[in-house]
Nanobody
Framework: QVQLVESGGGSVQAGGSLRLSCVAS????????MGWFRQAPGKEREGVAA????????YYADSVKGRFTLSQDNAKNTVYLQMNSLKPEDTDMYYC??????????????????WGQGTQVTVSS
């Protein structure tokens, strides 16, 4: 059964940090890309970061490079998104997704098959 469960969202002030977690079923986690996306009502979905769980290669959107960091714990089938220096514009619902995107599609949500329910991140100024 495919399952993705996000956690770790919350409310912080600008400049603060949060760490999001995404726990996947073993089948979903193994040798797949795990991506983080964000979307607010009325806004387009944005790919934030992605990691290939089979080798740890990571990709980041320009808007978060240098502030967000992906990591993985293979024993727990878990991917983490460490978010530092948060800005009000980072406020969104954050979703974890799994899939096997084509080359250059690592941050394209349409390349991902499985999605979690989302966790809200709110950054106040």
């Amino acid at each position: 059964q495919v399952q993705l469960v996000e956690s770790g969202g919350g409310s912080v002030q600008a400049g603060g940090s949060l760490r999001l977690s995404c726990v996947a079923s073993a089948y979903t986690y193994s040798s797949n890309f795990m991506g983080w996306f964000r979307q607010a009502p009325g806004k387009e979905r944005e790919g934030v970061a992605a990691i290939y769980t089979g080798g740890g290669v990571t990709y980041y959107a320009d808007s978060v490079k240098g502030r967000f960091t992906l990591s993985q714990d293979n024993a727990k089938n878990t991917v983490y998104l460490q978010m530092n220096s948060l800005k009000p514009e980072d406020t969104d619902m954050y979703y974890c997704a799994a899939g096997r995107p084509r080359v250059m599609g690592w941050l394209d949500g349409y390349e991902y098959n499985y999605w979690g329910q989302g966790t809200q991140v709110t950054v106040s100024s």
